[in-house]
C-alpha cells in the first residue's frame, strides 16, 4: 500500500480474491518444496551440485509460502503484527525473492558447464558448491536490508488504518528509486541474461546431439525459462514505471498512479505463484526425483510394490545425457 495525494485511494484486486491466492500458493508451495527437500536429504552420497542449488531454492520458496498468510490477513484489513513482524516478514521475503532468483541464475550456469562444456570437476566438488550457495544467501541478506531498516508499521497522514511500508521522508525518495532500481537490475535482468545466455548454449548442446532424450530434456529447459519470464517480467516492467514515476522521469498523476497500484497487484500475485511451481518444474518432472520418492514412500508403506514397480518404469531422461541431477 501506498501513501498518496489523491483525494481517491487506488483501487485494488479483491481481497478476497488475494486472500484466496496468497492461500493456495503458500500451501501448494509448501507442500512441493517440502518434499523437494526431503527428497534430496534422502539422497545422501549421491548428492550433485544441482541437487544442493535445488534444495537451497526450494527452502528459499518455502521461506518465501510462510511469510503469504500475514500479508492475506494484512491484504484482508490492515496491518495488526507491530513494527517487528513487519520488518522480519519484509525482509525475510526480500531475502528469499533475491536469494531465489540467484540460485536459479547459479542452477542455469551449473547446466551450462555439466553439458556444454562438459566439466565435472567444478561441478561436483561439494565445498564449492557449499561457498557458493553461501555467499547467495549472504547477498540477498544484504540486498534485504534497506527493506529491513525502513519498514515500520505506521498510520499514514490522512488514514485510519495501519500499514507496513517503507516509512520515508520527502528527502529520502531518491533513496526509494535508488532501491527499486537495484532491485530491477539484480533481481530480474541479471539472472535473466545469465539463464538466457546458459541455457541457449545449453539447448544448441543438445540440439546437435540429436538424441530424442536429450530433445525432450531442452523442451523442459524452454519451460524453465518461459516460467521464469512469464511469472517475472510484468511485475519488473510495472516495477521500473513505478520508479521512473518516482524518479520524475514520467509524468505523474493520480489516475495513472491508481492504474500502476492496481498493475502492481496484479502482477505481484503472478510473481508469487513462481515459488509454487519451481518443485514441478524443477523436481517433479524428472525421473530420479520420482523414483528417490516412490521409494520414500514404499519404504514407509504408503505405496505398494507393484506401485513403485509400475511408476519407476520409463524415463524420458537418460541418467547420462544431461547429468543434472533430479531434474533427470
Given at each position: 500500500l501506498?501513501?498518496?495525494?489523491c483525494v481517491e485511494s487506488p483501487e485494488g484486486l479483491s481481497s478476497v480474491g488475494l486472500v484466496?491466492?496468497?492461500?493456495?500458493v503458500s500451501l501448494i508451495s509448501l507442500l512441493g518444496n517440502s518434499l523437494v527437500i526431503y527428497v534430496v536429504c534422502c539422497m545422501e552420497k549421491h548428492k550433485t551440485s544441482t541437487d544442493v542449488y535445488l534444495m537451497n531454492l526450494a527452502l528459499a520458496n518455502l521461506l518465501f509460502?510462510?511469510?503469504?498468510?500475514?500479508?492475506?490477513?494484512?491484504?484482508?484489513?490492515?496491518?495488526?503484527?507491530e513494527t517487528f513482524m513487519c520488518k522480519f516478514l519484509s525482509g525475510l521475503q526480500e531475502a528469499t525473492f533475491y536469494s531465489g532468483v540467484l540460485l536459479l541464475a547459479c542452477i542455469s550456469v551449473d547446466r551450462y558447464l555439466a553439458i556444454v562444456k562438459a566439466t565435472q570437476v567444478v561441478t561436483h566438488k561439494r565445498h564449492l558448491v557449499g561457498i557458493v550457495c553461501t555467499?547467495?544467501?549472504l547477498a540477498a541478506v544484504l540486498l534485504s536490508l534497506p527493506v529491513l531498516v525502513q519498514r515500520e508499521a505506521f498510520v499514514p497522514v490522512g488514514e485510519t488504518h495501519?500499514?507496513?511500508?517503507?516509512?520515508?521522508?520527502?528527502?529520502?525518495?531518491q533513496w526509494r528509486v535508488g532501491i527499486s532500481m537495484l532491485r530491477y537490475a539484480v533481481g530480474f535482468f541479471f539472472p535473466l541474461a545469465v539463464m538466457t545466455y546458459c541455457y541457449s548454449c545449453t539447448a544448441c548442446t543438445l540440439y546437435r546431439s540429436r538424441n530424442s532424450q536429450k530433445h525432450k530434456a531442452m523442451r523442459v529447459i524452454l519451460c524453465v525459462v518461459l516460467a521464469f519470464v512469464l511469472c517475472w517480467l510484468p511485475y519488473n516492467l510495472t516495477v521500473l514505471v513505478d520508479t521512473l514515476m518516482r524518479g520524475n522521469l514520467i509524468k505523474e498523476t493520480c489516475t495513472?498512479?491508481?492504474?500502476?497500484?492496481?498493475?502492481?497487484?496484479v502482477t505481484y500475485t503472478l510473481a508469487v505463484l513462481h515459488c509454487a511451481i519451481n518443485p514441478i518444474l524443477y523436481a517433479f518432472i524428472g525421473q530420479r526425483f520420482r523414483n528417490q520418492l516412490l521409494t520414500s514412500l514404499f519404504k514407509h508403506g504408503f505405496i505398494s510394490k507393484r506401485v513403485l514397480s509400475?511408476?519407476?518404469k520409463g524415463s524420458i531422461y537418460s541418467s547420462t545425457s544431461l547429468n543434472t541431477s533430479i531434474t533427470r
Amino acid at each position: 500500500l501506498e501513501i498518496y495525494n489523491c483525494v481517491e485511494s487506488p483501487e485494488g484486486l479483491s481481497s478476497v480474491g488475494l486472500v484466496s491466492t496468497y492461500a493456495m500458493v503458500s500451501l501448494i508451495s509448501l507442500l512441493g518444496n517440502s518434499l523437494v527437500i526431503y527428497v534430496v536429504c534422502c539422497m545422501e552420497k549421491h548428492k550433485t551440485s544441482t541437487d544442493v542449488y535445488l534444495m537451497n531454492l526450494a527452502l528459499a520458496n518455502l521461506l518465501f509460502s510462510l511469510t503469504l498468510p500475514f500479508w492475506a490477513v494484512y491484504v484482508h484489513s490492515q496491518w495488526v503484527f507491530e513494527t517487528f513482524m513487519c520488518k522480519f516478514l519484509s525482509g525475510l521475503q526480500e531475502a528469499t525473492f533475491y536469494s531465489g532468483v540467484l540460485l536459479l541464475a547459479c542452477i542455469s550456469v551449473d547446466r551450462y558447464l555439466a553439458i556444454v562444456k562438459a566439466t565435472q570437476v567444478v561441478t561436483h566438488k561439494r565445498h564449492l558448491v557449499g561457498i557458493v550457495c553461501t555467499v547467495v544467501w549472504l547477498a540477498a541478506v544484504l540486498l534485504s536490508l534497506p527493506v529491513l531498516v525502513q519498514r515500520e508499521a505506521f498510520v499514514p497522514v490522512g488514514e485510519t488504518h495501519i500499514v507496513c511500508h517503507e516509512n520515508l521522508t520527502t528527502g529520502m525518495e531518491q533513496w526509494r528509486v535508488g532501491i527499486s532500481m537495484l532491485r530491477y537490475a539484480v533481481g530480474f535482468f541479471f539472472p535473466l541474461a545469465v539463464m538466457t545466455y546458459c541455457y541457449s548454449c545449453t539447448a544448441c548442446t543438445l540440439y546437435r546431439s540429436r538424441n530424442s532424450q536429450k530433445h525432450k530434456a531442452m523442451r523442459v529447459i524452454l519451460c524453465v525459462v518461459l516460467a521464469f519470464v512469464l511469472c517475472w517480467l510484468p511485475y519488473n516492467l510495472t516495477v521500473l514505471v513505478d520508479t521512473l514515476m518516482r524518479g520524475n522521469l514520467i509524468k505523474e498523476t493520480c489516475t495513472v498512479r491508481m492504474q500502476v497500484e492496481f498493475s502492481l497487484d496484479v502482477t505481484y500475485t503472478l510473481a508469487v505463484l513462481h515459488c509454487a511451481i519451481n518443485p514441478i518444474l524443477y523436481a517433479f518432472i524428472g525421473q530420479r526425483f520420482r523414483n528417490q520418492l516412490l521409494t520414500s514412500l514404499f519404504k514407509h508403506g504408503f505405496i505398494s510394490k507393484r506401485v513403485l514397480s509400475t511408476y519407476r518404469k520409463g524415463s524420458i531422461y537418460s541418467s547420462t545425457s544431461l547429468n543434472t541431477s533430479i531434474t533427470r
